[in-house]
């Protein structure tokens, strides 16, 4: 009987273990109440090959260091119009993300990303409603972009196209269906005309959770990838400092967070689907104290890189620099007194950053998405982050 009994009690030990180690993390409680209690644990097993996904803006083309860690490198951006053309010139100007594509520096960067067995992506971009509506309106629109996308592979060795077709605010459902059906010729068209084109999407971190122009559960069928723009929680014209991309949120400040639009996304998608769109930046402002979350000072806002961070942790006494951690965030921020004003800084740093990855080895998404490269300038922090916690996908 005894025999029996623990017979009894070492499979219910066993099935317990196994229960526990292969189940997947529960995505509502992947965090607990403190930074150091917060994660659950973590099994080797559930860490799939992940990407790391840079975009690279015309503007830091000279400035950022490429890293081994890189496996796609995105080309921001060529500009698209209303009747679906790549935009060369603007008031008799050269456009200049279609200018700096034929400069010695992207023709480089192109080849160290290939060295390093990565691929490289273009971005293909509109950002004005009117514009967007136009071009969606439009059939003949989208067949001139098909054609401009044919002349543009054929010109640069592209391995793929990220979309990043950017509706502020609500869409109508009508202009939901057309985006959908936009992305689905799309797809047709690269399956018919080529043997490996990559296609990607851009969307807002609150996508899956209001009716933006995303109808992500029909289009995530049709792409390889769908970025998680998981930033700018707060902006530069932001009314209070605040953190860029909060992990959780803090219900007397903020109720947006990556977790919380996360959940909502993996309801209409595999995971498998979704790079977490992560930043290299933060924000800057002149406040009205040194008090967390302290209002700012209008048009005082801009972007604070990581590099930027860096040169402000150098100048500790000259400028009273002070720096805090937030809990619910998981993010640092600082403050400083420069001519007897007061500054905030929040930003992200190698801690936080590996948060991030950590949220995504355990949601086991695809991968990441950095904005942008560059920022990070030549420190090496925010990659050894990447390094140590990501299983980097050959």
Avoid: C
Wanted: without cysteine; hydrophobic residues 40%; aromatic residues 14%.
């Amino acid at each position: 009987m005894k025999k029996i009994i623990n017979g009894i009690l070492l499979g219910l030990i066993v099935a317990l273990v196994l229960i526990w180690v292969l189940v997947e993390p529960p995505l509502s409680s992947p965090l607990g109440t403190s930074s150091l209690s917060r994660f659950l644990p973590f099994f080797p097993h559930l860490k799939t090959q992940k990407i790391v996904y840079g975009f690279l803006p015309y503007w830091n083309l000279k400035t950022a260091t490429l890293q081994p860690e890189l496996t796609h490198l995105a080309y921001f951006a060529l500009s698209i119009d209303a009747d679906g053309n790549i935009v060369t010139t603007v008031n008799g100007n050269a456009e200049p993300g279609y200018y700096q594509l034929q400069s010695e520096e992207f023709l480089a960067a192109n080849q160290l990303t290939k060295t390093y067995g990565g691929k490289t992506e273009v971005v293909l971009s509109q950002f004005d409603n009117d514009t967007i509506e136009q071009f969606l309106s439009s059939p003949s629109a989208q067949t001139t972009f098909f054609q401009a996308v044919d002349s543009l592979l054929l010109a640069y060795p592209f391995n793929g196209i990220n979309v990043d077709i950017e509706y502020i605010g609500d869409a109508p459902p009508a202009l939901r269906e057309r985006y959908t059906q936009f992305i689905s010729q799309f797809r047709q068209h690269l399956n018919e005309t080529y043997e490996d084109i990559q296609l990607t999407v851009d969307m807002y971190a609150a996508a899956s959770s209001k009716q933006m122009i995303w109808e992500v559960e029909k289009i995530a069928p049709l792409v390889d990838y769908i970025v998680v723009m998981a930033y700018d929680f707060h902006r530069s014209s932001s009314l209070r400092a605040g953190p860029v991309a909060p992990l959780f949120q803090k219900e007397t400040s903020w109720k947006e967070s990556i977790n919380t639009y996360l959940k909502d996304f993996v309801k209409k998608t595999s995971p498998d689907k979704l790079l977490l769109g992560i930043p290299f930046y933060g924000y800057e402002w002149e406040t009205t104290s040194q008090e967390p979350e302290s209002f700012t000072l209008p048009q005082s806002g801009a972007t604070a890189s990581f590099k930027r961070v860096k040169e402000l942790l150098t100048q500790k006494e000259e400028l009273e620099v002070v720096e805090h951690w937030d809990e619910n965030a998981l993010a640092p921020y600082l403050s400083y007194i420069k001519n007897g004003r007061y500054y905030l800084v929040y930003y992200e740093d190698a801690r936080s950053i590996t948060y991030k990855l950590d949220y995504v080895n355990q949601l086991d998404l695809a991968g990441v998405a950095i904005w942008s490269l560059g920022y990070e300038g030549d420190s090496r922090e925010l990659w050894e982050a990447v390094d140590n916690t990501l299983k980097i996908k050959n």
